[in-house]
């Protein structure tokens, strides 16, 4: 694992774009995954400057999402969709034949599961995850205690991911359940970045790198990713 540290959001947003730019600009035609918290959102407009600049083709890949909140839809405000349409995939202008996404909204998840699986397997598997951790130590929605089984799948959120959404949402949701890439699919992408900002994550961000590698902390299993890259900023690596 590999630990760099910044001064701040902004150098932070920077250095992961161009660190998954110079990976695109090696790898045109792989499958990335990017989460859509609120951690990679300058990083994901920096892209699409990269972009604006002729620096990185953002349509020589393919993209996967790596969650959705079950109920939820491209019209809510804070969906996953909603948030990656708005920030990246249409600002960049990315076609939509190369992005697969769950739909939050679709009763069948099962079904949602196998075509997610389907797609990653088609394009060779994952090649770059960029991951966020929750307060709680989710990554995606591999909510503490997750399930230790391959693929993707729905899980019940924990209370803490329920009382953040309410920063996506503007308002309290009834949302109780996620789809989401599960971890063991995450653990298997070629490349691993972990981005953290925020001395309210220092915590879980020790917990994660330094303490017990166990499901009840999602993000401590990527301890054991084959080629893992923390970048986070100097107040969520405070207590390091
Ligand atoms: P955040 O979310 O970037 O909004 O803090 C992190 C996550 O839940 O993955």
């Known amino acids: 694992m590999k630990i760099i540290i910044v001064e701040n959001h902004n150098e932070l947003s920077v250095l992961v ?3 998954i730019a110079t990976y695109i600009n090696h790898n045109p035609n792989t499958l990335v995954c990017f989460a859509a918290g609120d951690t990679p959102l300058g990083m994901l407009r920096e892209l699409v400057t990269m972009q604006s600049r002729k620096e990185v083709d953002l349509s020589s890949v393919w993209y996967a999402q790596l969650d959705e909140w079950i109920g939820l839809g491209i019209e809510d405000i804070g969906s996953c969709v909603r948030v990656m349409t708005d920030v990246f995939f249409g600002p960049a202008n990315i076609p939509k034949e190369r992005i697969h ?17 389907k797609w990653i397997a088609a394009h060779g598997g994952i090649g770059l995850t960029l991951l966020g951790i929750g307060m709680n130590g989710h990554i995606g929605f591999n909510e503490p205690g997750t399930p230790d089984r391959e693929g ?3 899980v019940s959120l924990d209370d803490t991911t329920k009382s953040v959404s309410v920063k996506y949402f503007g308002a ?9 890439i599960g971890w063991y699919e995450l653990m298997q992408a070629r490349t691993a970045i972990l981005m953290v900002c925020g001395e309210a994550k220092a915590p879980i ?25 923390v970048m986070l900023d100097k107040a969520a690596a405070s207590l390091l």
């Open 152 to 154: 993707c799948f729905t």
């Open 101 to 117: 996404l769950f739909d939050g909204l679709d009763p069948d998840t099962n079904g949602q599961c196998r075509a997610m699986e």
């Open 205 to 229: 961000v020790k917990a994660s790198l330094k303490g017990e590698v166990t499901v009840d902390v999602p993000a401590s299993l990527f301890q054991n990713h084959s080629s893992l890259t």
């Open 172 to 180: 309290e949701r009834s949302v109780s359940t996620g789809i989401t």
């Open 17 to 19: 774009a161009q660190k």
